[in-house]
């Protein structure tokens, strides 16, 4: 898509809540009732099409529709949640017969000022974000479901690397009591770096883990049983 001559994506500065991260900031004066943008990506007809392809760059739009943003999008897909940011949005998502899915301005918005909206509840406590109207279980529920989902994650690759382990023991006790006829190196090195990418991803998903669980997020009660959870995950 062309360049928006209303919107332009740009680096949150130091002191920003998402710091290093991107957001979109209005080209001129926006008002009310202006159509800032339109999200870009591609089009599922709804959320079970969908479910085979998620991504954090997804919004519902018309007809029940999703438009997913994660392989190829716009400036709108750089406009972020409100909360901690500012006290309340500037801007709403939208759709119409004309427009699937559309950054709709609620009040004047100032040259380079950043563009925000409310993405949801539903949406925030899924991706761990905060939202003020999410009740305390919700957001402690939400919290302990990633970590459970994570933990069977985990055990799925320690399973598969464990039967690694095992296949290349059983080769190498095969090669030194000399059963094998004759030797396949090319397996063992497959299997040495199969074993290694489930090792590489077992700890992407442990620092997963460290890293997008909001403990400040949670009430005192919940804090300890997910704590307990992400420790366990973490060994």
Request: charged share 25%; with cysteine.
């Amino acid at each position: 898509p062309r360049p928006s001559a209303n919107v332009v994506v740009a680096a949150c500065p130091a002191g920003h809540r998402l710091a290093g991260q991107r957001r979109c900031v209005a080209r001129r004066a926006l008002r009310p009732g202006d159509t800032a943008a339109c999200y870009a990506g591609e089009l599922y007809r709804g959320q079970i099409d969908h479910q085979s392809y998620s991504s954090d760059y997804s919004c519902n739009a018309a007809g029940g529709m999703v438009v997913d943003g994660s392989r190829y999008s716009n400036e709108a897909a750089f406009v972020n949640h409100y909360h901690g940011i500012a006290a309340e949005p500037n801007c709403r998502l939208e759709d119409s017969e004309e427009l699937v899915a559309a950054i709709s301005v609620m009040r004047p918005v100032d040259a380079g000022e950043e563009l925000l909206v409310d993405y949801g509840i539903e949406y925030c406590l899924r991706n761990q974000l905060p939202h003020p109207r999410a009740p305390d279980w919700a957001r402690d529920l939400a919290a302990m479901a990633y970590l459970a989902e994570l933990t069977k994650q985990v055990a799925e690759l320690e399973t598969q690397a464990a039967v690694l382990q095992q296949q290349q023991q059983q080769q190498q006790q095969q090669h030194f009591s000399g059963q094998r006829r004759r030797p396949e190196p090319s397996n063992g090195a497959v299997g040495e770096d199969r074993l290694q990418r489930l090792v590489a991803e077992l700890a992407g998903l442990q620092r997963r883990c460290a890293e997008e669980v909001q403990l400040e997020e949670l009430s005192e009660a919940g804090r300890a049983p997910v704590e307990a959870m992400r420790r366990e995950l973490a060994e």
